[in-house]
């Protein structure tokens, strides 16, 4: 089973910046497309930004100009750095394949936006 780890979540202001990690142990991302996720409160889990295990980076249109999203395969690691933040964008993050794989979700890390 793979076990994927966020972390780099927290309490920011509005207007403020994070950068979540995602570690991956095993090699279950190399040469995979993969993507960051989320959930809000009493919403559904949604696709927030996607990266080819060749470079090729997407974003969600609520995610765009304000996120960007990286990897380094030899760190088997993910970032997402968050930039301009807003209350709507507190959910708990995730990442995985894209698309994702349901074995693969891990804990995830909160994002709290809020003054």
């Known amino acids: 089973q793979v076990q994927l780890v966020e972390s780099g979540g927290g309490l920011v202001q509005p207007g403020g910046s994070l950068r979540l990690s995602c570690v991956c142990p095993?090699?279950?991302?190399?040469?995979?497309?993969t993507g960051w996720y989320r959930q809000a409160p009493g919403k559904q889990r949604e696709p927030v930004a996607g990266?080819?295990?060749?470079?090729?980076?997407k974003y969600q249109d609520s995610a765009k100009g304000r996120f960007t999203i990286s990897r380094d395969d030899a760190k088997k690691m993910m970032y997402l750095e968050m930039h301009s933040l807003k209350p709507e964008d507190t959910a708990v993050y995730y990442c995985?394949?894209?698309?994702?794989?349901?074995?693969?979700w891990g804990k995830g890390t909160l994002v709290t936006v809020s003054s």
């Open positions: 990266i080819s295990w060749s470079g090729t980076k």
């Open positions: 095993s090699s279950a991302f190399i040469m995979v497309n």
């Open positions: 995985n394949t894209d698309p994702a794989l349901s074995d693969y």
